[in-house]
C-alpha cells in the first residue's frame, strides 16, 4: 500500500511565498504529481516528478527526492485566486494503469 | 490538454433510486477510466479502474454491486449507483487516462444528493 502525508491547512498572505510538503511511502514509485482543487470544482493538473530535481512552472514550482520519499509544492508571488486545496498523488509502478494514490490535500488560505 | 465530461453536474435523487453518472473523453481515447468519491473536506478516494471491454477493478471496501461500473467505448464510462442512500451522498469525480500518458484527466465532477 502506500501512505502521503501533506500538512492539513496552511494560511499565507498575498504577495508572499508558500512551501507544502508531502511524504509518501510507496512499494514502487512511478512519478508524484500535484493538484489544484477549489471548492466544488475537479481537480486541476499543476505539475509532475518523475526524476529527482526541482521543475519550474512560471509561479509554481515541484521539487523531489525519491531517496527520501519526500516533494515540495513552491507557490510564489501568491494571488487570493491560489486559495485552494492543493493534492499531491503518488502513482505506483506496480499499480495497473496508472493508478494515482492522493493525499489528504492541503486547503491554502491567501490573505490580503 | 484533453477534455473529459460528466454528466450530469448535479442529481438529486430519492433513497432507494437508482443514478447513472457519465463520464466521456471528448478529443481523446481513453483506455482507463477512474472513479473517484470526495466527501466534504476530504481527499479524492479512488472507486474503481475501469479498462475497455473489462470488468473493472474496485477498490477494498467499495461494493460492486451497489456501484455498476460499464467502459463500453473508449470515450465512455458510465457509473450507476445503485438503491442509493442518503449516505452515498458525495462528489464523484472521473478521469481519463491513454496508454502511454502519464497524466490523468479529470471530469469537472457530478455532485450526488440522496434525499
Known amino acids: 500500500g502506500q501512505n502521503i502525508d501533506q500538512p492539513t491547512e496552511m494560511t499565507a498572505t498575498e504577495g508572499a511565498i508558500v512551501q507544502i510538503n508531502c511524504t509518501y511511502q510507496?512499494?514502487?514509485?512511478?512519478?508524484l504529481f500535484w493538484y489544484q482543487q477549489h471548492a466544488g470544482e475537479a481537480p486541476t493538473f499543476l505539475s509532475y516528478n518523475v526524476l529527482d530535481g526541482l521543475e519550474e512552472k512560471g509561479r509554481f514550482s515541484s521539487f523531489l527526492s525519491r531517496s527520501k520519499g519526500y516533494s515540495y509544492l513552491l507557490l510564489k508571488e501568491l494571488q487570493m485566486k491560489d486559495s485552494a486545496s492543493y493534492l499531491c498523488a503518488v502513482r505506483d509502478s506496480k499499480a495497473a494503469g496508472n493508478k494515482l494514490t492522493f493525499g489528504g490535500g492541503t486547503r491554502v488560505l491567501v490573505k490580503p | 490538454g484533453a477534455v473529459v465530461s460528466q454528466h450530469p453536474s448535479r442529481v438529486i435523487c430519492k433513497s432507494g433510486t437508482s443514478v447513472k453518472i457519465e463520464c466521456r473523453s471528448l478529443d481523446f481515447q481513453a483506455t482507463t477510466m477512474f472513479w473517484y468519491r470526495q466527501f466534504p473536506k476530504q481527499s479524492l478516494m479512488l472507486m474503481a479502474t475501469s479498462n475497455e471491454g473489462s470488468k473493472a477493478t474496485y477498490e477494498q471496501g467499495v461494493e460492486k454491486d451497489k456501484f455498476l461500473i460499464n467502459h463500453a467505448s473508449l470515450t465512455l464510462s458510465t457509473l450507476t449507483v445503485t438503491s442509493a442512500h442518503p449516505e452515498d451522498s458525495s462528489f464523484y469525480i472521473c478521469?481519463?487516462?491513454?496508454?502511454?500518458?502519464?497524466?490523468?484527466?479529470f471530469g469537472p465532477g457530478t455532485r450526488l444528493t440522496v434525499t
Open positions: 478521469s481519463a487516462t491513454n496508454r502511454g500518458v502519464y497524466e490523468q484527466y
Open positions: 510507496t512499494s514502487g514509485f512511478n512519478g
